[in-house]
């Protein structure tokens, strides 16, 4: 590009860029057409190239306005630099962060909530949807019991991390307004075996606690409320005043 | 300091300091008067602006990453295909995407001291912006009646926060256009700064148009491929 002669010392002007802009303002149109039409042809959308070919379109109008309306491309070095080292680092972590999520999936998010990827991969746990099946007999609830305990109750610990942990937080110390404290002597819907298993199978009318049966297996509901069940008396520090009625063993 | 502006504005003149000074570089043109150019000879305000866009690429790119790390892992309610409309998202984008040219072409007219135009340019990028937000406001108050808001999934809070933070971008931006155009019309703006000023108003506007671009092909196109 020529300059302007500073013969004057004064006001030069500029050459205009109008009819170049009006040509990159063209190319953004066509380029975003073409991109959303696509997604409106049955034979095209659905192959494989597709979602690459609208990620490349959309980098190509990225760089068409950094380069041409923001004027980076003719523009000083240390401009670029300012911007694409941060932008490189984002793309990086973006890629890393992309990366990270692909690496750590794990159906049911590692214990047995579903997500809607599980639901579009078709993972559903065996009696999920499929109602409440009825708590059984105390005697073989107890049985089970001493046995998750001696695993230390890790797919209960896992559930209740991943999920209950939501609303009475991490330690089982209560939320106010959310979730009870699981830690002091008291139950508001009894606390034994077979009533926490029923209190977490059908949930609560009426507060914020679900009936976990629609999106839970009969075994993780009751691993989860053999937790529960261990955390009774922990008292943990800052957990939330004894609400209910109190159990004694 | 003086100095280094002199040589600055030497850099248009003799070849011989033109490449330390900046020398081919278009946007160079109408800042040598400056006073506030540093030893490269270029302007502080546009090395300001472009190093807070850079700072804004990792801002964004932590918004959008987090988003899709988190994509797909909603437990319940609204999911994006169900209630994601392309037709209305689409002619938002394409408003806000002409407000680019729009722009483009204010800095164009403040380049070529045609300020009556690029007012007329600038309050019209300010129309297509806000017409963006008011689109932007519609789309989140359908989203809340079918049932989505912050805190209704792990969607609802990526989402609301990547986009609410970009909506507050362009709203920045509606009031920074329009607090320029109407100083204009009160004839208060430095007739020898208003080049560079409106340029690097412009820079931040296309960078709100670029963030957008990405969000719009990556989080809502996404959602209707098959």
């Known amino acids: 590009m020529s300059h302007p002669t500073h013969a004057d010392g004064g006001h030069d002007l500029p050459h205009s860029h109008q009819k170049h802009y009006l040509i990159v303002a063209a190319v953004l149109t066509v380029v975003t057409a073409v991109e959303i039409g696509i997604l409106f042809l049955p034979a095209v959308n659905g192959t494989w190239w597709v979602v690459p070919f609208i990620g490349v379109l959309a980098v190509f109008k990225f760089g068409l306005v950094v380069g041409e309306f923001m004027h980076l491309r003719p523009d000083h070095g240390v401009y670029k630099f300012l911007f694409m080292s941060p932008m490189f680092l984002a793309l990086f972590s973006f890629i890393a962060l992309s990366a990270l999520a692909v690496v750590t999936y794990q159906p049911f998010g590692g214990g047995y909530a579903i997500t809607q990827r599980d639901r579009k991969a078709g993972f559903v746990p065996p009696s999920a949807g499929g109602g409440f099946e009825v708590a059984w007999p105390e005697d073989k609830l107890k049985a089970a019991f001493a046995e998750a305990e001696k695993g230390g109750f890790a797919k209960g610990k896992a559930t209740f991390a991943s999920t209950c942990a939501n609303c009475h937080r991490g330690d089982g110390g209560g939320m106010p307004a959310l979730g009870p404290n699981m830690t002091d002597d008291c139950f508001k819907h009894g606390g034994s075996l077979a009533e926490l298993y029923t209190t977490i199978g059908k949930g609560v009318q009426g507060t914020a606690m679900p009936a976990w049966s629609t999106s839970m297996s009969p075994d993780a509901i009751r691993q989860a409320a053999f937790f529960v069940r261990s955390l009774k008396g922990k008292n943990v520090a800052g957990g939330l005043e004894c609400v209910g009625t109190k159990v004694a063993d | ?226």
């Open chain 2, 1 to 226: 300091m003086s100095e280094a502006v002199a040589i600055a504005h030497d850099g248009h003149s003799h070849d011989g300091h033109g490449h330390d000074a900046g020398h081919g570089h278009d946007a160079g043109h109408g800042h040598h008067q400056l006073t506030e150019n540093n030893f490269l000879g270029l302007p502080n305000i546009k090395l300001a602006m472009w190093a807070f866009l850079g700072s804004e690429c990792m801002f964004f790119g932590s918004l959008i990453g987090t988003y899709f790390f988190y994509r797909e892992m909603s437990l319940g309610g609204p999911m994006p295909e169900d209630i994601f409309d392309v037709n209305i998202t689409s002619i938002s984008t394409f408003l806000l995407l002409m407000s680019s040219v729009t722009m483009a072409l204010a800095v164009d007219n403040a380049r070529q001291r045609n300020f009556g135009k690029m007012r007329a340019f600038i309050l019209a990028t300010a129309a297509q912006g806000a017409a963006f937000v008011g689109f932007q406001i519609y789309e989140f108050s359908h989203f809340v009646a079918h049932g989505l808001k912050l805190s209704t999934s792990l969607f609802g809070s990526t989402f609301y926060t990547m986009t609410g933070f970009h909506g507050a971008h362009v709203s920045v931006g509606v009031i920074w256009l329009v607090m320029v155009a109407l100083l204009a019309t009160q004839g208060k703006l430095n007739k020898d700064k208003i080049a560079i000023n409106v340029e690097v108003m412009g820079l931040y506007w296309h960078f709100v148009d670029i963030v957008w671009i990405i969000i719009f092909t990556f989080v809502y196109l996404l959602e209707f491929t098959r």
